[in-house]
């Protein structure tokens, strides 16, 4: 069975199960109930036959405050201000969020040599379990990123019946929540996330993310049961996508528990390409040991890439234990055939990352988590990772303050060909780095935070295990802008990850001089606001730089899902200020950025013209980057592509799955084989991130003025190497005089020898003042619209610009419902804010499961010069 860039494994033979092994979440059906309201002990609430009275429907994967909300017991937090009405836990105290979940289900007792098994994958921060009035673990289990695992079998009801009770207990450091970076910095003290006191960027969750807030499993094995299987791959040598590929080698391993009281002799195996591989082990009575498979030469691999590159081929492998004829146990692994090198490049001063032997150009968005409340879902987790491909970045850095990411995550990673650069749990604002008045304590006593360091070194193990099989993780990190205390640092360094992984970089934190020397006339890190373009052209940061952005606030519509109508006001027009709830959301100013596209009171209007800044900012940031890459840089990373809450900087898209124009202008920035513009020196230049030759291209440059005029300034053919930029011509001069009065249109292209557009870019040039005064007064573009079903989930959007008028200027394109014209999310645009010149028509397609779900569905477009309009969809 075969399906787009996956192999299913082949299996020669044909293995014997238990009827019984299988493995399923207990994700319904909770009950919960405050500490104060409970008066039983946990052996007593545990046992099935005690009646569980006014208890409240519980959400588990979930947190205390998830829970609350989906009772309707506290406001939406991420609406206005109403994350000031939910009780905080510093000041109510950690019983305020002690909770204690229940759930029933069913479950035969085991017989002969099968066993049951509960995991959960993570509580936040610590637990006590009972089943059916047992206690399962002996001590209290502390840590949010710590996995347990418990054997259930001696605890499971005669008659199936079975209860589980888990009492939740909050971070024992909430600290305060006095708007520093993690608050006063104490929350830093548990081995948990740190975001959830605050940051620049959210207010204070306010039960610190306290609950049951991962997947909750029962599994069924035979005797023996596989743990945390290990794939290493090794691809040696310069590759390329496509063609015949020299052998691969894979390395397979596992950790098997037998849980019985006698010896188990069994085989440990696979099969694979038709290579069946197999160990025979014998295992002591309740011990668990590391099994090595021999080496696998896996000919003709089909390889792994990251997007932009190539394709992202993804193996299925099954791994059994098998005993006396019957499977213990199975665990179904996905993995990628890739390796991952990287080398200093003495040139720029910095970091370069190959992949199967290719530079790689970083072009990558900072991540913080999916959702503040930790509502996690793999659909959610697609759509974002799916944006973040959409962009044509190829990594994803997960940011120190927050977690390990979830296995959900990294398979859309795997998916989508997004590189994974994972810090540990360490910030530099909570942990010590900078001398800070809203800490509570010292620089010299948040160094050595967390309290427990043998808990976070158990943590970690842990956590690479989890994830040490994903193709799309890359490199390891000790934390965000400072590294770990020096023990921790050490053990993870020399010991952890060397014994545990061994196939990824280790850097110490995340701008460190491993990562990235400043000593080359660089900046440092950032910018992190809005900047004139010249700037992400001409100013030089850090070779690999790991935080730099800028604005992200979304158009109207996104703006009213979460801003009272009382606030729906655009900042001051004369001194740019916004209102409490603004600020509250975290707005950074646009400064003066919008007022070359005219001063206006019309909050929707503003927001239009925002979008065009975001969209020249991302686009200016990606181009000038990329303008200077293997000179200035090997990579960049975006601060930052998504919010977790309610936030109105620094996002690609809403917490609503709605996108900007932030992530088009940097789709059009990070194109991978693009042509542009330098508007500080006047070049005109293309970039090649792939790895062919890109030849036989013509390079045509026009402008166009405000009524749609259209001038020839050159055309010539060019060619590009791979991984290179080539700079053609000076173009300043001719344009700075064209532009003067109204400012114009700059139009590049490249065609292949077919004359088709491989490539094109539009840029809106001010006149001689910096204003688009121009834009204003553009006559409107007579537009036609067509919209007709693709596929089952995609429709292909047609706009048409009839020749002899002016450019279709900017025109968001967006799915909605036919009764409300509220947006449809998410789905997936293949380019957002087109503008199509006179005479020629451009389409665009719609995808997504939205769209195939949402059948009362039609086309709503506007443009700067385009007007609001609706399209049925044929």
């Not at 850095?397 to 360490?426: H, M, N």
Request: glycine letters at 8%.
């Amino acid at each position: 069975m075969f399906r787009k860039s996956t192999i299913s494994c082949l299996l020669i033979l044909s293995f014997l199960r238990l009827s019984a092994q299988e493995k399923y979440e207990l994700n319904s059906g909770w009950q919960c109930n405050n500490i104060a309201g409970v008066k039983v002990t946990g052996q007593q609430l545990s046992d099935p036959a005690y009646t569980l009275s006014g208890w409240t429907p519980a959400t588990v994967p979930g947190t205390v405050l998830t829970t609350l909300l989906d009772n309707k017991q506290v406001p939406d937090p991420m609406y206005g201000m109403n994350n000031e009405k939910i009780p905080d836990i510093y000041h109510t105290g950690r019983d305020h969020y002690t909770y204690w979940f229940v759930k029933d289900f069913t479950e035969q007792p085991a017989t002969g040599d099968a066993q049951v098994w509960l995991h959960l994958r993570a509580v936040n921060d610590g637990c006590d379990i009972y089943l059916n009035g047992h206690r399962v673990n002996k001590t209290t289990h502390y840590g949010a990123y710590l996995r347990q695992t418990y054997n259930i079998t001696p605890f499971l009801a005669k008659n199936g019946k079975n209860r589980l009770a888990v009492i939740v207990y909050p971070p024992r450091f909430p600290g305060n929540p006095n708007g520093g970076q993690g608050g006063d910095g104490t929350i830093a003290k548990n081995n948990g996330p740190q975001y959830t006191a605050g940051w620049d960027w959210i207010q204070p969750m306010r039960d610190r993310n306290t609950g049951i807030w991962d997947k909750v499993t029962i599994e069924k094995t035979g005797a023996v049961r596989i743990k945390d299987p290990h794939i290493i791959t090794r691809v040696p040598g310069t590759r390329q996508p496509q063609g015949p590929q020299a052998p691969a080698t894979l390395q397979i391993g596992a950790e098997l528990e037998n849980a019985t009281a006698r010896n188990i002799t069994g085989t440990l195996q696979y099969t694979l390409a038709g290579n069946h591989i197999t160990k025979k082990v014998t295992l002591p009575p309740h011990t668990t040991a590391t099994v090595q498979l021999p080496d696998l030469l896996l000919k003709q691999p089909l390889l792994w890439w990251p997007a932009g590159y190539g394709p992202q081929s993804l193996y299925q492998l099954q791994l059994q234990f098998v005993n006396n004829g019957k499977t213990d146990d199975q665990e179904d692994v996905e993995f990628g055939v890739r390796e991952i090198q990287t080398y200093w490049n003495a040139h720029t001063g910095s970091r370069e990352i190959a992949v199967n032997g290719q530079k790689i150009f970083i072009k990558g968005g900072n991540w913080i988590t999916s959702d503040a409340l930790f509502r996690f879902t793999k659909e959610r987790y697609d759509a974002e990772v799916r944006f973040h491909r959409d962009m044509n970045l190829n990594l994803i850095r997960i940011w120190g303050g927050s977690l390990t990411e979830r296995p959900e995550f990294y398979e859309a990673c795997d998916k989508y060909g997004l590189l994974v650069f994972q810090d540990f749990w360490i910030s530099g604002d909570c942990n010590g780095r900078w001398q800070d008045p809203m800490k509570k304590e010292d620089q010299w006593t948040r160094r050595k935070y967390p309290d427990n360091h043998s808990l976070f070194l158990e943590s970690v193990a842990d956590q690479v295990k989890m994830l040490r099989n994903h193709a799309s993780l890359a490199f390891w990190c000790g934390g965000n802008e400072i590294t770990p205390p020096a023990d921790l640092f050490a053990a993870m360094k020399d010991s952890i990850i060397p014994t545990l992984d061994g196939t990824r970089y280790f850097f110490d934190y995340s701008n460190s001089d491993s990562m990235s020397h400043n000593t080359l006339g660089g900046n440092g890190d950032g910018p992190y606001g809005i900047q004139p373009l010249s700037t992400f052209w001409s100013t030089r940061t850090f070779p690999f730089n790991s935080e730099v952005g800028s604005v992200g606030t979304g158009d109207y519509e996104s703006l009213e899902r979460f801003l009272p109508a009382e606030n729906l006001v655009p900042p001051d027009q004369q001194t740019g200020k916004t209102d409490a709830v603004w600020d509250y959301h975290k707005y950074i100013a646009y400064n003066k950025a919008v007022d070359p596209y005219g001063k206006t009171n019309d909050l929707r209007e503003w927001a239009n013209k925002a979008q065009l800044v975001n969209y020249d900012q991302y686009r200016a940031l990606m181009e000038g980057f990329s303008s200077h890459m293997w000179d200035w840089y090997t990579g960049v990373i975006i601060w930052k592509t998504q919010n977790p809450w309610t936030a109105l900087r620094g996002q690609m898209y809403d917490y609503y799955l709605d996108p900007n124009a932030c992530l088009y202008g940097t789709r059009k920035g990070a194109t991978p084989l693009h042509v542009m513009y330098d508007p500080e020196e006047g070049m005109v230049m293309a970039v090649n991130n792939t790895f062919q030759y890109a030849r036989d291209l013509m390079l045509e440059l026009k402008t166009y003025d405000m009524q749609g005029n259209d001038s020839l300034l050159t055309q010539v053919f060019v060619e590009v190497g791979p991984t290179t930029v080539q700079k053609f011509m000076n173009m300043k001069p001719l344009l700075d005089k064209l532009k003067a009065q109204q400012g114009l249109f700059f139009s590049l292209r490249l065609l292949n020898a077919h004359q088709q557009v491989v490539d094109e870019n539009l840029y809106w040039l001010p006149d001689a003042k910096g204003n688009y005064s121009g834009l204003a007064q553009m006559p409107a573009a007579e537009v036609k619209v067509t919209a007709v079903k693709a596929g089952a989930d995609s429709i292909n959007v047609t706009i048409s610009n009839p020749a002899g008028g002016p450019v279709a200027f900017f025109n968001r394109v967006s799915l909605v419902n036919t009764q409300n014209k509220k947006r449809i999310l998410p789905v997936f645009y293949s380019d957002n804010y087109i503008s199509v010149l006179p005479g020629e028509q451009k389409t665009i397609s719609i995808s997504g499961g939205a769209t195939a779900t949402s059948k009362d569905a039609q086309i709503e477009i506007y443009g700067n010069n385009v007007k609001r309009q609706y399209i049925a969809v044929q």
